[in-house]
T-cell receptor, first 114, second 115 residues
């Protein structure tokens, strides 16, 4: 009953460091996405994928890379961390493109950039 | 232009009372879906309820109902018989069905249920 699993749950980085946030789902969902949540704002879409090998940019893609080599995994890479990337990051998945499918969210990764 | 607007940053309600959380949206897509999510202090995002733009009836899920007024472009969440465990941040979100892009979220409403 894992659903969407994000690792790590917490991370502190120094400016300029790179890292990868992991996301895995075991529901065989086609669609996966990454959001960031900043104080006083709703979640904003970073990148998303509609299937293995297919990714696209969301609202706030700068400074992040993604890839989707398998259906299960959708890692988010920070290339050179900046303090503006301090946020809570959520990975989400849904079965397919049919409108009424809800997103299933992971528990989030709290990232602090010093 | 902001696509999802939640004008109530914070709301208080007495336990066992009903409360309405406001949400207005903007889209030119005739086919879209509206979602409400709950985020307790522990941080996870919990799906509550969905309303499709072509649905004839307002959605209901237990104590949650969605007051959908298409002409006004509003999709307010009604929580009946509030419980202390309902204290959380609530987000309204929209997905335009014609797009592969994911959800667009409002800024949220922090609901506090008072004993």
């Amino acid at each position: 009953n894992a659903g969407v699993t994000q690792t790590p749950k917490f991370q502190v980085l120094k400016t300029g460091q790179s890292m990868t946030l992991q996301c895995a789902q075991d529901m065989n969902h086609e669609y996966m996405s990454w959001y960031r949540q900043d104080p006083g704002m709703g979640l904003r879409l970073i990148h998303y994928s509609v299937g293995a090998g297919i990714t696209d940019q969301g609202e706030v893609p700068n400074g992040y890379n993604v890839s989707r080599s398998t259906t299960e995994d959708f890692p988010l890479r920070l290339l050179s961390a900046a303090p503006s990337q301090t946020s809570v990051y959520f990975c989400a998945s849904r079965r397919d493109g049919i409108g009424d499918q809800p997103q299933h969210f992971g528990d989030g990764t709290r990232l602090s950039i010093l | 232009a902001q696509k999802i607007t939640q004008t109530q940053p914070g709301m208080f309600v007495q336990e066992k009372e009903a409360v309405t959380l406001d949400c207005t949206y903007d889209t030119s897509d005739p086919s879209y879906g509206l979602f409400w999510y709950k985020q307790p202090s522990s941080g996870e995002m919990i799906f509550l309820i969905y309303q499709g733009s072509y649905d004839q009836q307002n959605a209901t899920e237990g104590r949650y109902s969605l007051n959908f007024q298409k002409a006004r472009k509003s999709a307010n969440l009604v929580i009946s018989a509030s419980q202390l465990g309902d204290s959380a941040m609530y987000f309204c979100a929209m997905r335009e069905t014609g797009s592969a892009r994911q959800l667009t979220f409002g800024s949220g409403t922090q609901l506090t249920v008072l004993p």
